[in-house]
Structures are given as structure tokens and as C-alpha cells.
């Protein structure tokens, strides 16, 4: 069973960054990535990355957000840059569309 466990969520203010980070629990060859859900809403795909490292991005965050994956350490990041108060929510690791992280907050302030 892979695990995968978040870190790196928190409160800034509008304008601000987070990183987050996800540790995997074995090597991982598939498609990862990050979904989030903000309060009252459903789950909204945020990013992907192949293992070799080609991502896509939500029109939402294009431009704002790196999402990147350490294969040697099994470690993968999302630098979030210029966040505003839409990008509130928890932010899920997921892994091969089948494995999911417990979820980090993000919380951002006007």
C-alpha cells in the first residue's frame, strides 16, 4: 500500500507563497499530482506531473504554481506563488489516480 503524506500547508496573506511537499512511501513510476477542494466545493485537479517531470496546470493557476518531483527522494512539491483568497482549501496528494494524501490547509487572507 503507498502512503503519502503532506506537508507544508499553512496561513499567509494574499500575495504570499507556500511550498507544499509530499513524501511518498515507495518509488513511484506513474503520474502524480495535487488536487485541492475549497470550502463547500468539490475536488479540483491543481496540477500533474509525469515522472519525467512534465507537468500540467489549471487555467486557474498557470503562471502561479511549479509543480515539481524528486524520483530519487520520492518527494513531490508544489511552489505556490502570488496566492489569493480563490486558492484557500485543502490540497491533496495523489499518485497513479488511485492513492491519495490525508490532506494539508491552505488558508489565504485578504
Known amino acids: 500500500q503507498v502512503q503519502l503524506v503532506e506537508s507544508g500547508g499553512g496561513s499567509v496573506q494574499a500575495g504570499g507563497s507556500l511550498e507544499l511537499r509530499c513524501a511518498a512511501s515507495?518509488?513511484?513510476?506513474?503520474?502524480m499530482g495535487w488536487y485541492r477542494q475549497a470550502p463547500g466545493k468539490g475536488r479540483e485537479l491543481v496540477s500533474t506531473i509525469t515522472r519525467g517531470g512534465n507537468p500540467t496546470y489549471a487555467d486557474s493557476v498557470k503562471g502561479r504554481f511549479t509543480i515539481s518531483r524528486d524520483n530519487a527522494k520520492n518527494v513531490l512539491y508544489l511552489q505556490m506563488n502570488s496566492l489569493n483568497t480563490e486558492d484557500t482549501g485543502v490540497y491533496y496528494c495523489?499518485?497513479?489516480?488511485?492513492?491519495w494524501g490525508q490532506g494539508t490547509q491552505v488558508t489565504v487572507s485578504s
Open positions: 515507495t518509488t513511484l513510476f506513474c503520474v
Open positions: 495523489v499518485a497513479c489516480t488511485r492513492y
